[in-house]
């Protein structure tokens, strides 16, 4: 069984099972903590929803309370919590923490509105670990790390960083470390490493250049600082960390492009690594070569932390695959596409032209060269995600985003949808990960008892002709017909709209009579020296050298005598078939 989904509309919220049932789940909501046994009934519109990362729990907030549920098929009430009009959500990195905000309070000016609570315990406590108040619902969470032992919190131009191990959790006041630049920062961001870091970003004011800078986590005063970078043309930014944490991404934006070629301003890329705990072994600071002006459409990290993906550029857009070091390792043909996602295991990649675009999908094969191996078309989609097991995709059609024709489509990596559900209203829509935690027989979740990797629950591995298709997939195929799912890739919709200058390019001067059809070819990709990865180049240079080696041993053959240098050549020639077969060449003909 692959991992469940859920689908949130304006008054309820679904779960499925995954592939190939995908049979929906009604939770009963059993069991409450503090109600003991019976029914918990749930009435009233759903204002948000939420999974935690850890697959552990599911949050909704109504009205009048905010509910978290557990189990296998969420059968089970943790805790209700007496809260009103909690508009926003959020799991830390682990799951033991749920943070809320509340709606603030007019009439209330010391309403502290932002809750923390510790869901790890049991039973969970009715009262709040820590309170305070944020009056927007933008920036409002503490940051937490990864293994949810530190949290972050901004007190104007200081960071304070508390252990949550020990008596001083959540206590401010007295915090284990503390970090103050000389230059007040707008953004920062935790890594989410072992031993954690923090990366702060300071704007251009003043004649000033913006910094970077990644710093440690040590008790007191941080002073030190693994690495920096300055520049120019950066009023806000965007922070991405590798999972790894040794390295991350910061997409910066001017909120005018001078050159008045965007509309959006202008973007730059810079990544910052180091090696070692804390940057022992030292740091990097680079600004990504992009060789093309336009914006910057998307940037995603690997999941192995060893490279990074990047469309920029005006339409048609670039693609490009970059190492550690900020180097180009490969690059694809100039397409219209806007979206790029890994696929959880590193071996495919999804990249899709969404929002104003066709909405065109190609999965490559990371493990051959960037080899596209399927493509379909999921047109107005505004959520596109991986399945936890790398072999599904989810994609939706969401309100606010479109009003109309929303819904969710999952479909298998080799271009085949399998399953589809159809919404009046849809808002949100997200995959469970697997829970690595036993589940005991009342419904509560043990701490630490890891189950072992082939007892998790993943995506089957299959192969397209071994696909279930449901048979709601039929059904919507005949009711859509031009609606239905091709692995041919986007195709133009009948009847599109055509501007006035290009039907009368298609009309002979001075008639009404259409020109006759001419016959048209399609031009041949060339693959140019920048479209060509150094893997790629590497292996054309040792293929010319068996070439030679080949025509060597012809003379050799026919008696001819070879220096000491054309004997020493064929004798090199195993050793270039094992650098060959490193580079993943699998013995295809040599082109003369």
């Not at 041949?524 to 150094?534: F, K, N």
Request: charged share 25%; with cysteine; aromatic share 10%.
């Amino acid at each position: 069984m692959s991992s469940q989904l859920f689908a949130r509309t304006s008054s309820s919220v679904e779960v499925f099972q995954g592939y190939p049932s995908f049979e929906q789940i009604t939770p009963s909501n059993k069991k409450s903590q503090n109600d003991g046994e019976g029914e918990s009934e749930v009435e009233g519109k759903v204002i948000q929803s939420l999974l935690s990362p850890c697959g552990r729990f599911m949050a909704k907030s109504y009205e009048n309370k905010v509910i978290l549920l557990i189990g296998e098929n969420w059968e089970n009430t943790l805790i209700e919590l007496p809260l009103k009009n909690v508009y926003d959500l959020k799991f830390s990195p682990s799951g033991n923490f749920l943070s809320t905000w509340e709606r603030p309070l007019v009439d209330d000016a010391e309403h502290l509105n932002c809750k923390i609570w510790h869901l790890n315990e049991h039973p969970v406590s009715t009262e709040p670990k820590y309170s305070y108040k944020v009056s927007t619902q933008s920036s409002w969470t503490l940051q937490f790390s990864q293994l949810d032992d530190y949290a972050i919190k901004s007190f104007g131009k200081e960071l304070r960083i508390v252990k949550l191990t020990g008596e001083n959790a959540f206590n401010f006041d007295k915090p284990f470390a503390t970090l103050t630049p000389e230059q007040p920062f707008t953004t920062y961001q935790i890594s989410p490493a072992e031993h954690p870091t923090i990366c702060t970003f300071t704007k251009e004011k003043s004649g000033k250049p913006a910094q970077l800078t990644i710093w440690p986590i040590t008790t007191g005063k941080i002073t030190k600082q693994i690495v920096t970078k300055q520049f120019f043309k950066a009023d806000s930014c965007h922070l991405k960390w590798n999972s790894l944490g040794n390295a991350i991404l910061c997409l910066t934006t001017t909120d005018f492009d001078h050159s008045n070629k965007s509309y959006y301003g202008e973007n730059n890329l810079y990544l910052l690594s180091f090696q070692g705990v804390n940057g022992s072994l030292g740091g990097e600071s680079v600004r990504v070569p992009l060789g093309k002006e336009g914006p910057i459409h998307d940037f995603q990290w690997s999941p192995t932390s060893r490279q990074f993906g990047v469309i920029y550029g005006f339409m048609p857009a670039t693609i490009t695959f970059f190492n550690l070091k900020g180097n180009a390792i490969h690059s694809l043909n100039e397409q219209r596409k806007n979206t790029l996602e890994f696929a959880p295991n590193g071996k495919y990649i999804l990249v899709g032209g969404f929002g104003n675009l066709q909405g065109s999908v190609d999965i490559l094969d990371r493990h051959d060269k960037f080899r596209c191996i399927s493509k379909f078309s999921a047109a107005n989609t505004s959520v596109c995600k991986w399945s936890p097991g790398g072999e599904f995709i989810l994609t939706a059609t969401t309100s606010p985003r479109l009003r109309v024709d929303n819904g969710l489509k999952v479909w298998h990596y080799s271009g085949t949808l399998v399953f589809v559900k159809e919404y009046k209203e849809l808002l949100k829509v997200d995959w469970r990960t697997d829970c690595p935690f036993r589940i005991i027989k009342d419904g509560y979740l043990t701490n630490g008892n890891k189950l072992k990797d082939e007892e998790l629950r993943q995506d089957p591995k299959l192969k397209k002709h071994q696909l279930e298709i449901h048979p709601v997939v039929t059904q919507f195929n005949l009711k859509n017909p031009n609606k239905s799912s091709s692995n041919s890739g986007a195709k133009k919709p009948a009847g599109a709209y055509k501007p006035p200058h290009a039907r009368r390019a298609n009309v002979v001067p001075g008639t009404n009579k259409p020109r006759s059809p001419q016959p048209t070819s399609t031009p041949i990709p060339q693959t140019t020296a920048s479209q060509t990865s150094p893997e790629e180049k590497k292996i054309r240079s040792l293929l010319k050298k068996l070439r030679a080696i080949d025509a060597l041993k012809v003379k050799q053959a026919e008696g001819a005598k070879l220096e000491n240098t054309q004997v020493t050549k064929i004798e090199s020639e195993p050793k270039i078939l094992k650098e060959l077969e490193l580079l993943g060449w699998k013995g295809e003909k040599i082109d003369s």
